[in-house]
């Protein structure tokens, strides 16, 4: 199990939900309420973008918001990508 190590120094579990939850949060920011199975496909992407990242004690949440922000523009989402860092 990957931990994620947040910006207070609390570990949690890594879940792919809510990395999907949060890139539809973006979605529906931006009026795109259709993307459930976009988020899910994305979300995948993205832990394959933090991978090179994670160390022994785990990864930073910051890296994987920038992960997200990084995939959303990449897959040309950079309305959700705004979204997903002002949000």
């Given amino acids: 199990m990957i931990q994620v190590i947040q910006r207070d120094g609390e570990i ?5 939900t ?11 920011a931006t ?11 994305l979300a995948l992407r993205v832990t394959a973008d933090f991978q090179e990242r994670i160390t022994e004690e785990g990864v930073l949440a910051s890296d994987i918001q920038e992960s997200v922000r ?8 950079e309305e959700a990508a705004r979204a997903y860092i002002g949000g």
């Fill in 31 to 41: 009026d795109r309420r259709d993307g459930h199975d976009e988020a899910d496909l």
């Fill in 18 to 28: 809510k990395i999907s939850d949060a890139i539809m949060r973006a979605f529906l």
């Fill in 12 to 16: 949690t579990d890594f879940t792919l």
């Fill in 70 to 77: 990084r995939v959303l523009l990449q897959a040309g989402y």
